[in-house]
């Protein structure tokens, strides 16, 4: 039983799923925000494990690549 534990948690610490807390330390932002973001429409995208909710590291990578913006730049008038 013990050997099973242990390969269990070696096989969670490298899990590319993560939690909305662990996604949101991930993404810089709070976990309450990662939250509405998901039940706007507006976060990335999730997965339901059961009644678990997991972000996967590479959805979380494709949402945050497309929120790259240009830099802001304004010319002056003369």
Known sequence: MDDDCIRAE???QGS?????KEA???LSVCPRTLE??????RGPRYRGHGRLVR???ED???WSNK??????S???EQ
């Open 10 to 12: 070696k096989a969670r």
């Open 16 to 20: 590319p799923f993560l939690t909305t």
């Open 24 to 26: 949101a330390y991930y």
């Open 36 to 41: 509405k973001m998901r039940l706007s429409g």
């Open 55 to 57: 972000y996967h590291i």
């Open 60 to 62: 979380l990578e494709a």
């Open 67 to 72: 929120r790259h913006r240009k830099p802001y």
């Open 74 to 76: 304004k010319k002056r």
